[in-house]
Each structure stands twice: as C-alpha cells, then as structure tokens.
C-alpha cells in the first residue's frame, strides 16, 4: 500500500474510533439502539405482509372519451387511439391508448353515445291523469327485477312526479332506495322525458349511484366532481354534443344523469346553471346548507351603490360621467332603452390612471339634487372605511372597465352576448372586430379568431382571467397553445376571487 493510501486509512479509522467514544459517552446510547432495532422489526414485519403493489382498477377501462385517427409513419397503415378514462382515477389521468388494448365492449358503448342524434327539443312533463299503476316489476338491464316493497315505492313515486307533488323516500338502510330512484328515472326516461336528470348525493356514496346506473340502465349518467382540470374535461368530453366540425352544441348535452356533490352545487359553477331544464335550480341552493343568497335586487342595489361613489370621486373625461349616469339612474316607466344616449363618443382614449386631469363641471345632472340617490346613497350604504378608501383610490379604473364592458357587449359582440355567455363556440359567432393601427401578435399562431377569442373571453370571464380563457374550451386557445398548467388555473382562480366577484356585478347591471 502507498503512503498517500496508508494515511487516508489511518485518518479513516481515527474517525471511526472518535465516533464510537462519543457514542459510549451518550448514556440514551442503549434506548436508542432499542428504538431502532423495534422499528427494523416493525418495518421488516410490514414487507413481509401480502398485498397488491398498487390498484388493480388502474387498469381497467372505465370509460373511452374520444377517438384519434393517424396514420403509421413506418408502413402506412391507419391507427386508431382512444382516450381512456381508468376505473377509480380521476379525468385528468385519462391516457390515449391503441385500439387493440381497449376492451371491445366499451368501444361499443362509445360509439352507441357518440352516435346519438342531439336533443334540442324537450318534451314536455305528461299530465297527471295519464299515470299508471305498474302491476308487476319490469325487467331492466341485466335482468335485473324489484322485489314487491321496492314496487310499490316506486308506484308511489310515479304517482307524485306524474302530479307534481314533491316526496321523500325514507327506509332502512340496504333496502334499496338509489335502485328505486334511479328506476324511477328510467321510467320518466321510458315515457320521453329523456333528461337530462340531476342527482345530488353525498361524496361517499355517488360511485355507488353511477354503478348503479350502469347495472339497472341504459342511461349514460357521469359523475361531475373533482379537480378543476377533471371537471374541465368533463365539460369538453362528456357534457355536450359535437357537430361535424367537432364544435360544442350548447343546450344538446350527451348525458342523461348527471351525478355530482352539494359541494359541487354550493359553489355555483354555472356550467350546470346554464342547464335551463333544471328549473328548480334555485331552490336547491335555498334549501343546500349554506349561508342566506342574495336577490336580484340586493346585486342591483349594490351596482349602483358602487358606482354612485365612483361617480361622485372620478376626475376624468365629462362623456364617461354622462355615460355612467345614464346606466346608473332607473329606467322610467320600468323599461330600459336598448342603447344608452351617452354612449356615442366614447371610442376617444381616456388617460389613465387615479390622478387624472381636473376639468370643469359639465355634466347636466346633480348627483345631490337626485331625489332617487337617497335610496343608493353610500354614505349610509358603505359602512366599511377600508373598502371606501380602496374605492376611491380606484373608481378611475372601475368605470373606465364599465365602459369597456358596455363597448364589448354593445358593439363588438352585440346581438352574440348571450350566446357567448352559455358556451357557444367562438368558431360559430359571427363577431366585429374593431380596426387596429398598430398590432403585434403575442404569439406566431395569433390571427383574427384568437383576437375574437380574447375579446369574448374578457368578456365571459372578466379582467386580467387570461390562464382561465386559456383552458375554456369554447375560445381557440387550448387547441392552439395546449392545456395551461393546472397549478396556475387554480392560483389564479383563488386569487381573483374578489376582483371577479366585483367585474360580475359590474356586468350584472350592463346586461
């Protein structure tokens, strides 16, 4: 051995030996080494035990989404990928896998929904003198039956459906009320009324609902719950019918049932309040568990509330007062004109900015002098002084963004704002785009339907929301610029939550 090797051993074991005295000096040297050898034990116990490394439904097809078609690049030959959505993972684990590795029977299932004409006529409930008593059990998917309790419960549930009586069905646990309900669907389904149907249940229990329906039904229920990005895939695959040009048709929805949460409901997502055939929408969050709703009054009260304070702190341009006074002020004879009079002029720029230039007074109106103001007046209204203070500081932008919104809905969109409002395609609206003198392009792909996707989308989702636009199916960006990441969707939602709640009340008194 060298010299250089004998002293890296030397020094090696003149360690080692340090270490061990300072070890036997410790006195909890005999717990420790106790501790350790009962965890070694514990942990070698647990290995040693039989069980599955992971869950074998990861593998198992639960529902196919989509179909893809190439070519092979090697010898030609077509290939055909389906988007599988595996049992017991979410939405947004679903993977594209080859023809030959997808179970034969859900193809099927997926080409039987994919080929479903769209229902855009709804037919309406029949009236309650053409109810029926079932006399006997029909026999229903997998030769499945009722036994004679479950029979008539659903009798008694037909009966109250057919004459519009809201009921309760009540029994012992393992009787089989999500079987008598959802039978119960079956049959309404059966007399035409084909849905879709909404069925709210506690998280625990609505894998059991959508098993369920598979085992009692032919109905194609889904299950709305989730990520952001799993219910963002639920809308783009199992919500809406396609038309040939695989656009969305709004209003013609693919499901029958659709199975989600309260939790779901609570948070109002309005891609299941636009639904119009739920009409008691209104009624399951007044009676969810939650805290008391505004009115439609209360939101208009509070509009105006806000931009009256606006008004009174804005040091701007005289047309933009005139405007928002006249958006402002009750309508006479309770009807509103179509356009606002004020509105003309206002495509001048107007400086920005909180400490715009001090003009003289112009405006042909006295906000003091106003017999209505009393009832909107903030001084009375807006209690807080720290909400006040940040008002004030920002009413210059408050209603320059009101007029941007008015200008969108009035000019630009026009007659589409509804349409854009319910999730209509931005591919299939016919929409004005404004002349530009100078424009740069923030990407290579950019062109004039990604400027009407952003304009219908500042308008759909409010100020500054440009990685929620992004992953909204009905603009062009997410088959353009690809999925933005999950992370920023969610931060971006959490953070403009109350920049958000403010544009939709703007918003509530420009429509």
Same mark, same amino acid.
């Given at each position: /051995?060298? &010299?250089?090797?004998?002293?890296?051993?030397?020094?090696?074991?003149?360690?080692? !030996?340090?270490?061990? =005295?300072?070890?036997?000096?410790?006195?909890?040297?005999?717990?420790?080494?106790?501790?350790?050898?009962?965890?070694?034990?514990?942990?070698?116990?647990?290995?040693?035990?039989?069980?599955?490394?992971?869950?074998?439904?990861?593998?198992?097809?639960?529902?196919?989404?989509?179909?893809?078609?190439?070519?092979?690049?090697?010898?030609?030959?077509?290939?055909?990928? @389906?988007?599988?959505?595996?049992?017991?993972?979410?939405?947004?684990?679903?993977?594209?896998?080859?023809?030959?590795?997808?179970?034969?029977?859900?193809?099927?299932?997926?080409?039987?929904?994919?080929?479903?004409?769209?229902?855009? $006529?709804?037919?309406?409930? +029949?009236?309650?003198?053409?109810?029926?008593?079932?006399?006997?059990?029909?026999?229903? &998917?997998?030769?499945?039956?009722?036994?004679?309790?479950?029979?008539?419960?659903?009798?008694?549930?037909?009966?109250?459906?057919?004459?519009?009586?809201?009921?309760?069905?009540?029994?012992?646990?393992?009787?089989?009320?999500?079987?008598?309900?959802?039978?119960?669907?079956?049959?309404?389904?059966?007399?035409?009324? *084909?849905?879709?149907?909404?069925?709210?249940?506690?998280?625990?229990?609505?894998?059991?609902?959508?098993?369920?329906?598979?085992?009692?039904?032919?109905?194609?229920?889904?299950? @709305?719950?989730?990520?952001?990005?799993?219910?963002?895939? %639920?809308?783009?695959?199992?919500?809406?019918?396609?038309?040939?040009?695989?656009?969305?048709?709004?209003?013609?929805?693919?499901?029958?049932?659709?199975?989600?949460?309260?939790?779901? %409901?609570?948070?109002?997502?309005? =891609?299941?309040?636009?639904?119009?055939?739920?009409?008691? !929408?209104?009624?399951?969050?007044?009676?969810?568990?939650?805290?008391?709703?505004?009115?439609?009054?209360?939101?208009?009260?509070?509009?105006?509330?806000?931009?009256?304070?606006?008004?009174?702190?804005?040091?701007?341009?005289?047309?933009?007062?005139?405007?928002?006074? =006249?958006?402002?002020?009750?309508?006479?004879?309770?009807?509103?004109?179509?356009?606002?009079?004020?509105?003309?002029?206002?495509?001048?720029?107007?400086?920005?900015?909180?400490?715009? &230039?001090?003009?003289?007074?112009?405006?042909?109106?006295?906000?003091?002098?106003?017999? !209505?103001?009393?009832? @909107?007046?903030?001084?009375?209204?807006?209690?807080?002084?720290?909400?006040? $203070?940040?008002?004030?500081?920002?009413?210059?932008?408050?209603?320059?963004?009101?007029?941007?919104?008015?200008?969108?809905?009035?000019?630009?969109?026009?007659?589409?704002?509804?349409?854009?409002?319910?999730?209509?395609?931005?591919?299939?609206?016919?929409?004005?785009?404004?002349?530009?003198? *100078?424009?740069?392009? +923030?990407?290579?792909?950019?062109?004039?339907?990604?400027?009407?996707?952003?304009?219908?989308?500042?308008?759909?989702?409010?100020?500054? /929301?440009?990685?929620?636009?992004?992953?909204?199916?009905?603009?062009?960006?997410?088959?353009?610029?690809?999925?933005?990441?999950? &992370?920023? %969707?969610?931060?971006?939602?959490?953070?403009?939550?109350?920049?958000?709640?403010?544009?939709?009340?703007? *918003?509530?008194?420009?429509?």
């Amino acid at each position: /051995m060298s &010299k250089s090797g004998l002293s890296v051993l030397s020094s090696y074991l003149h360690c080692e !030996w340090a270490s061990l =005295e300072q070890l036997e000096k410790d006195k909890r040297i005999h717990q420790k080494l106790k501790r350790f050898r009962t965890k070694h034990a514990q942990m070698r116990h647990l290995f040693q035990e039989e069980e599955e490394p992971f869950n074998p439904d990861y593998v198992e097809v639960d529902r196919i989404l989509d179909v893809s078609h190439s070519v092979d690049k090697d010898n030609g030959e077509p290939v055909v990928y @389906y988007l599988v959505k595996w049992c017991s993972l979410p939405y947004e684990d679903a993977t594209w896998e080859l023809k030959e590795d997808v179970d034969e029977g859900k193809v099927e299932e997926f080409g039987k929904i994919a080929n479903r004409q769209p229902r855009l $006529k709804r037919t309406t409930r +029949p009236p309650a003198a053409s109810w029926k008593k079932l006399e006997e059990t029909r026999e229903y &998917k997998n030769g499945n039956t009722l036994r004679e309790y479950q029979l008539e419960g659903v009798n008694w549930l037909l009966f109250n459906w057919y004459n519009r009586q809201n009921c309760i069905l009540a029994d012992e646990m393992g009787l089989g009320k999500t079987i008598q309900s959802i039978t119960l669907l079956s049959e309404i389904y059966s007399a035409g009324l *084909q849905g879709p149907f909404l069925v709210i249940a506690p998280l625990s229990t609505i894998t059991n609902w959508e098993r369920e329906f598979t085992t009692w039904t032919d109905m194609n229920a889904i299950v @709305y719950h989730g990520s952001l990005a799993s219910r963002q895939m %639920i809308q783009q695959y199992e919500m809406y019918c396609k038309d040939d040009k695989e656009h969305l048709i709004p209003g013609a929805y693919k499901f029958d049932a659709l199975i989600t949460t309260f939790e779901m %409901i609570l948070s109002d997502c309005p =891609e299941l309040r636009e639904i119009s055939c739920w009409g008691r !929408w209104r009624d399951i969050l007044s009676h969810a568990r939650c805290k008391r709703r505004l009115s439609e009054r209360d939101v208009e009260t509070i509009c105006r509330v806000i931009l009256v304070f606006c008004l009174l702190h804005y040091r701007g341009d005289e047309n933009i007062k005139s405007f928002i006074w =006249e958006l402002i002020t009750p309508p006479e004879n309770g009807r509103q004109p179509q356009t606002l009079l004020n509105h003309s002029g206002l495509s001048i720029p107007v400086p920005r900015g909180r400490k715009g &230039k001090r003009v003289k007074a112009q405006s042909t109106f006295d906000v003091q002098k106003v017999e !209505w103001i009393r009832k @909107y007046n903030p001084d009375t209204l807006l209690l807080d002084d720290s909400y006040r $203070k940040h008002l004030k500081h920002q009413c210059n932008k408050v209603l320059l963004r009101v007029r941007m919104l008015y200008y969108l809905k009035q000019e630009v969109i026009g007659e589409h704002s509804e349409s854009v409002l319910k999730g209509a395609d931005i591919r299939d609206l016919d929409i004005w785009m404004p002349e530009m003198e *100078q424009q740069e392009f +923030p990407a290579g792909w950019w062109d004039g339907e990604a400027d009407r996707s952003l304009l219908a989308g500042v308008f759909k989702h409010g100020y500054e /929301m440009y990685t929620t636009m992004r992953a909204d199916p009905c603009l062009c960006f997410l088959e353009r610029a690809g999925r933005p990441d999950d &992370k920023a %969707i969610d931060a971006e939602q959490h953070t403009g939550d109350e920049r958000q709640q403010r544009y939709m009340l703007l *918003q509530y008194l420009i429509l």
